[in-house]
């Protein structure tokens, strides 16, 4: 009997031992849980202040300019404190940099359209000159990222980096855009007399000048109704026959079937 009433012992302590274990489990379990939670929501909540203050940023760049806009500014425009945005951006040049990285410039993120292929790698470079300009049309973000960086940002002291990087876009962009004109003249279709290299570096600097008088003339009476005709006058320069009768007669019903019907300053309406 004493044997029996040992045994019974025994198993209930090993039962009441399992039951413990199980509640404890279920107690770690819970907790665990919980925190996982607590971590997601604060992951959140640091990625919508990470973003209250790029849009603060590109509100305050856009009115004052970089060089006049401060953090504290900034902070108060996104209604946190300074030392919050210390915590996602340790300075003002990481901060514009974050900004500049959160939109597709077409300019620079578009290249992709030079690439594709086709009978005439010249279209394909139209292609992309009128996508750069309907991007800046279209996404008001994109076009207040490119105002700023190309109006109202000085390139001085910790901003230096900047435009090399800038600058450092604009060399492959060209490189790019030489491969794209060497098809078109080994084609046949761009004018033996041209180097690929120089007619690259031209289209750099006509689209650069092109999207910062789009960007001056905010009325959109000055450039905007002949964008489509300057891009299409660019682009048949380069090739053969270009300059003669026949080419600018071709070139001029080209423009004008493109803002026809439906345009609306100088672009066809979507």
Same mark, same amino acid.
């Given at each position: 009997?004493a044997?029996?009433?040992?045994?019974?012992?025994?198993?209930?302590?090993?039962?009441?031992?399992?039951?413990?274990?199980?509640?404890?489990?279920r107690?770690?379990?819970?907790?665990?849980?919980?925190?996982?939670?607590?971590?997601?929501?604060?992951?959140?909540?640091?990625?919508?202040?990470?973003?209250?203050?790029?849009?603060?940023?590109?509100?305050?760049?856009?009115?004052?300019g970089?060089?006049?806009t401060?953090?504290?500014?900034?902070?108060?425009?996104?209604g946190?404190?300074?030392?919050?945005?210390?915590?996602?951006?340790?300075?003002?040049?990481?901060?514009?940099?974050?900004?500049?990285?959160?939109?597709?410039?077409?300019? +620079?993120d578009?290249?992709?359209?030079?690439?594709?292929?086709g009978?005439?790698?010249?279209?394909?470079?139209?292609?992309?000159l009128?996508?750069v300009?309907?991007?800046?049309?279209?996404?008001?973000?994109?076009?207040?990222? +490119?105002?700023?960086?190309?109006?109202?940002?000085?390139?001085?002291d910790?901003?230096?980096?900047e435009?090399?990087?800038?600058?450092r876009?604009?060399?492959?962009?060209?490189?790019?855009?030489?491969?794209?004109?060497?098809?078109?003249?080994?084609?046949?279709?761009?004018?033996?007399?041209?180097?690929?290299?120089?007619?690259?570096?031209?289209?750099?600097?006509?689209i650069?000048?092109?999207?910062?008088?789009?960007?001056?003339?905010?009325?959109?009476?000055?450039?905007?109704?002949?964008?489509?005709?300057?891009?299409?006058?660019?682009?048949?320069?380069?090739?053969?026959?270009?300059?003669?009768?026949?080419?600018?007669?071709?070139?001029?019903?080209?423009?004008?079937?493109?803002?026809?019907?439906?345009?609306?300053?100088?672009?066809?309406?979507?």
């Amino acid at each position: 009997m004493a044997a029996c009433k040992g045994v019974k012992k025994n198993t209930a302590r090993k039962s009441a031992a399992r039951a413990q274990d199980y509640i404890q489990s279920r107690v770690y379990v819970n907790s665990t849980a919980a925190g996982s939670l607590r971590v997601r929501r604060t992951k959140q909540e640091s990625e919508q202040t990470r973003q209250h203050i790029l849009d603060a940023a590109l509100r305050e760049f856009a009115r004052r300019g970089v060089t006049r806009t401060t953090l504290q500014r900034i902070a108060a425009a996104a209604g946190v404190t300074r030392g919050a945005v210390y915590w996602h951006f340790a300075n003002k040049r990481a901060l514009f940099r974050a900004m500049r990285d959160q939109v597709s410039l077409p300019l +620079f993120d578009r290249t992709e359209l030079l690439g594709a292929d086709g009978p005439d790698p010249l279209r394909a470079v139209e292609r992309f000159l009128h996508s750069v300009v309907d991007q800046i049309e279209k996404y008001p973000q994109t076009r207040h990222t +490119f105002e700023i960086m190309s109006l109202k940002c000085e390139y001085v002291d910790e901003f230096r980096t900047e435009i090399k990087r800038h600058a450092r876009s604009c060399r492959e962009l060209s490189s790019k855009l030489a491969l794209v004109y060497a098809r078109a003249r080994d084609s046949g279709a761009m004018r033996s007399d041209l180097s690929p290299e120089s007619a690259a570096l031209d289209t750099c600097v006509f689209i650069t000048g092109l999207l910062r008088l789009w960007l001056i003339d905010e009325s959109g009476g000055l450039l905007r109704p002949h964008v489509d005709e300057l891009i299409s006058n660019h682009v048949a320069s380069r090739r053969v026959g270009a300059g003669t009768p026949g080419a600018r007669a071709t070139r001029r019903s080209t423009s004008t079937q493109r803002r026809a019907p439906g345009a609306v300053n100088g672009r066809i309406g979507c």
